[in-house]
């Protein structure tokens, strides 16, 4: 079994950073972000492979950074220079499967969700 606890959202003003955290109960070898507005659907922003490898969405390119220990774990996202429009429930989600897709389909573990809101 795979269980997801993400930790680390909270609310910023525009211009400000958060630092998301998501623990694994065991190791899968991709791992990624995805956030949800109200009332959309989930959206990828970041992934991260057993390599290292990683790739973002445009939106996320230049201010967000994925990693990972894998000692413990963990997925991280730094996210730096926030909008209002980052404004959003993010998920960690995992996948035994080739990293290589955003669609929310090929993730089979999630977890529960951190809020993020950027204030203006």
């Known amino acids: 079994s795979q269980q997801l606890v993400e930790s680390g959202g909270g609310s910023v003003q525009a211009g400000g950073s958060l630092r998301l955290s998501c623990a694994a109960s065991r190791y899968i070898h991709c791992m990624g972000w995805f956030r949800q507005a109200p009332e959309k659907g989930r959206e990828g922003v970041a992934r991260?492979?057993?390599?290292?490898?990683?790739a973002y969405a445009d939106s996320a390119k230049g201010r967000f950074t994925i990693s990972k220990d894998n000692a413990k774990n963990t997925l991280y996202l730094q996210m730096d220079s926030l909008k209002p429009e980052d404004t959003a429930i993010y998920y960690c989600a995992a996948t035994g499967s080739d990293c290589n897709s955003w669609r929310e389909a090929t993730y089979p573990y999630w977890g529960q969700g951190t809020q993020v809101t950027v204030s203006s």
């Open positions: 991260i492979d057993l390599s290292g490898r990683t």
